[in-house]
């Protein structure tokens, strides 16, 4: 499997409280993604990042943001949690040109209430 | 990237080879057919990919026709711990600088493998 850990695994927490989850990757790959999983929807691309510090949005990233200051390391952060935000959330890393195929992390449970 | 279509629920006997079928029609030149699955609660996993020849790995093989339109995944000797929801997925390869090729995940196929 793939070198990727999140952080934490389960969370709960309360509406209007800032929440920031941790994706790290030891397969110094360049891309990574975050991505929520919510029922009827399917996996939803949040954010990506092409490199240290270069980011970009995904289809669903009103009320996140990203950073990624090392290679290894990509946070999502949600600024202000509310309810529609609990879901659960995936990490991916992939290289890049013809291997680019996407590695998933075990995902992080988060519930606002 | 192409639409996929995947019969929502299949059930294969455990020793037995499941055939997983998917339609992509509209599938370009340039787009690979990707399968992936997810067991209950964990994160998806990746299993196999192509563009227009049979692949096969350790975990499956991927038959995909000659006009591209469909394939189907094939895992040789089902056990119950392949019981899962599979995904395929068609999606650009290889666009890089800050381009990605899009992951998009539908419905899929709930594969139950039983005793």
């Known amino acids: 499997d793939a070198g990727i850990t999140q952080s934490p695994r389960h969370k709960v927490t309360e509406t209007g409280t800032p929440v920031t989850l941790r994706c790290h990757q030891t397969?110094?790959?360049?891309?990574m993604y975050w991505y929520r999983q919510d029922p009827g929807h399917g996996l939803r691309l949040i954010h990506y990042?092409?490199?240290?510090?270069?980011?970009d949005k995904g289809e669903v990233s009103d009320g996140y943001s990203v950073s990624r200051s090392k290679t290894e390391d990509f946070l999502l952060t949600l600024e202000s949690a509310t309810s529609s935000q609990t879901s659960v959330y995936f990490c991916?890393?992939?290289?890049?040109?013809?291997?680019?195929?996407?590695?998933f992390g075990p995902g992080t449970r988060l519930t606002v209430l | 990237d192409a639409k996929t279509t995947q019969p929502p629920s299949m059930d294969c006997a455990e020793g037995r080879a499941a055939n997983l079928p998917c339609n992509h029609s509209?599938?370009?030149?340039?787009?690979?057919v990707y399968w992936y699955r997810q067991i209950h609660s964990q994160g998806p996993q990746y299993i196999i990919h192509?563009?227009?020849n049979n692949e096969t790995n350790e975990m499956a093989s991927l038959i995909i026709t000659e006009d591209r339109k469909s394939s189907t995944l094939i895992l040789p000797h089902a056990t119950l711990r392949d019981t899962a929801v599979y995904y395929c997925?068609?999606?650009?390869?290889?666009?890089?600088?800050?381009?990605?090729?899009?992951?998009?995940f539908g419905q899929g196929t709930i594969l139950t493998v039983h005793p």
């Open positions: 991916a890393i992939s290289g890049s040109g013809d291997t680019d195929t996407q590695y």
């Open positions: 397969e110094n790959h360049r891309y």
């Open positions: 990042s092409y490199g240290v510090k270069d980011t």
């Open positions: 997925i068609v999606r650009v390869v290889g666009a890089g600088g800050t381009s990605y090729g899009k992951l998009t």
């Open positions: 509209t599938i370009s030149g340039n787009e690979y």
């Open positions: 192509g563009l227009k």
